[in-house]
């Protein structure tokens, strides 16, 4: 094999987790290869929040730096999406290449399932949300509202409500809201309207309202959904490699899967990780992941000896 596509550490996704373990293996003067496809999950929201000195920057901004800091250190920064990987370490690339690594790092996140309803897709990251830490604060106090999937849609309802005093809940998809849950709702000013969500009213930066499936029209600023969420593992040729029922790959507590020297950080293993525990957590991968290079290393070293 070309000695060029042989690296230490091959990392498949290029977001906050990727590229957080890359700049602590690049700074350990490890050889190290993120691969990403350039599609990431946060690429409509116009800010990141919650992370700090880099709130409210863009998502495209916050990686054009993240990805300028760990090429410093020598990372490699490959533009492909990773088709294949195999028992042996090796990673297969949609442009034909094949690489090779010591341990690899799945970081790839998560693609969000976005609700059947008209105007869902254009208006994801604008107007239609997933997260209010991330985006209650610039639009409080206006008229919002939380599309009904299951019972976490009341959680997300009275979530909702701390950041403006008009708040309502469409069933859509979940059952009404027993006598106990209407009556929290209630107390704290939740208003419940039954019944589907046809489509989303698009105004000229966010939402003017939501159109049910009877035709009703409601004014709504912004709109709050728990979308489902696939990870693609399917790319990962290994058995033992195991999935939980959320489709997240199943890791111990320092990132490991069940497959020596693959590992597996960010949404691709968490899928409540914000960008900032992404980031967080994926340093202290990488750190686990640098140790066991040295235990390799110190191995071949012995055995070199005469």
Known sequence: MNTDNTYDVVIIGGGAAGLSAALLLGRARRRVAV????????????????????????????????????????????????????????????????????????????????????????????????????????????????????????????????????????????????????????????KIVQGRVRALVAGPESLTGVRLEIGELHACDALFYEPGAIVDTSIVKVPDCRTSENGCVTTDELGRTGVEGIWATGNAADPAAQVIVAAGDSYRLAVAVNAALIEDDVAQARSSLP
């Open 35 to 190: 691969v990403d496809s350039g599609k990431p999950r946060n690429l409509r929201a116009e800010h990141i929040h919650g992370y700090l000195t880099r709130d409210g920057v863009p998502p495209a901004r916050f990686l054009e730096l993240a990805r300028e800091e760990v090429h410093s250190y020598g990372v490699e920064l490959i533009g492909a999406t990773a088709e294949e990987v195999y028992p042996d370490r090796r990673v297969c690339l949609d442009d034909g290449r094949m690489l090779s690594a010591r341990h690899i790092i799945l970081a790839s996140g998560l693609r969000d399932v976005l609700p059947d309803v008209e105007g869902a897709e254009s208006r994801w990251g604008r107007g239609l949300f997933q997260c209010p830490y991330c985006h209650g604060w610039e639009y409080r106090d206006r008229k919002l509202a939380v599309l009904g999937t299951g019972g976490s849609s009341v959680q997300q309802a009275l979530l909702v409500r701390q950041f403006s005093g008009d708040v309502t809940l469409f069933t859509h998809e979940m059952a009404g809201p027993d006598g106990e849950t209407a009556a929290d709702l209630a107390s704290c000013g939740v």
